[in-house]
């Protein structure tokens, strides 16, 4: 409920790139990714050519404008089974048709040095986002491409695509001084920026031990101490810095990296615009019409919730959504925050 672009496309189902922290893991039990996981066929270039017409589910009545696509979020669309399979390029093709915006996030090197990919991603409207963090992360990770080949890409794909930004996640502050001396050859090789957010673990370990749901999270003045770092030192190589943990201390509340892109209008009808850019908060008549606000289903259960649902408009929930955010984060005192 606080992200700019929430509509997630994903051509797989599992992934065998095995990193050891994949919080799609942790959420299947370990079964979805790694050397023995199942990867299967998901959604496909023909669904997502329905999307760029202009066909919307239950779930998406909301959304009446091209908002970008998320492709890439839940599994990497350029794992080794893509070699074989090709469906990420055929959606690729089918994001070029259209002009679509989207955000790719990959681990991903092989689209740069293939012909084919090249030409079909120099007609794509698309901020490109290849995870990476240091070398020290290649042990975590251990079968996917490694740092300096990602480095590779990036020199590469940086001269094809609109904008190349680094996702620096997970970003394990105990790791920080890996990422120091690879800052200026990321702003070397291309990139506009990095984009970080702080990893969790199945377990406690280090300064990882403040208990989040199923998971442990970093408390918040530790995030907020190691992310300041990085983004200091960002700002001395010139690269913009932005951030999942905390939208406002990133360089821009689209802390995905596209301001300022062609085409890529988010949705400024969710909790970060709301708290931390309020001005700019706000719901499209679409929004506020009666039957759009399947997309808080999973914050509702039971019938009588489903009936509410059903009855009510996006604008509705999320103001409801808001209320009790607000009342949890800032107390009594937080229908003064705007």
Known sequence: MGCNFPIIFDTYKGCTHCCRYCFTNFRAGGRHTGEGAKV??????????????????PREAWCDWEIPLGFGRNTDPFQPCEKVMHRSLDALKVFAKYGYPFLLTTKGVFPAFDKEYRAVLKDC????HESMCSPMYDKLEPGAP?????????????????RVVVRSTPFFPELWESHIPHI?????????????????LLRPKGMCNTRAGRLYDYAPNIKAKYLSLLKEECHK??????CCDYKDMGDSCYCCGTEGM???????ANAAWYFFFPKKFGYTPKMKEKGTGEAFQNLYTGRKSFNVIRESSFAELMDDFIRKTEKEVFGPAGAGRR
């Open 40 to 57: 299967t066929p998901f959604e496909s270039a023909v669904s997502l050519e329905r999307w760029c017409k202009g066909h919307r589910g």
């Open 146 to 162: 490694s740092f300096e080949k990602r480095l590779e890409a990036i020199h590469i794909l940086s001269g094809i695509v609109p």
């Open 262 to 268: 062609s085409g890529f209008t988010p949705n400024y």
């Open 184 to 200: 200026r050859r990321i702003k070397e090789a291309g990139a506009y920026g990095i984009l970080a957010e702080t990893g969790q």
């Open 237 to 242: 190589a010139g690269l913009k810095f932005f």
């Open 125 to 128: 409207n698309v901020c490109w």
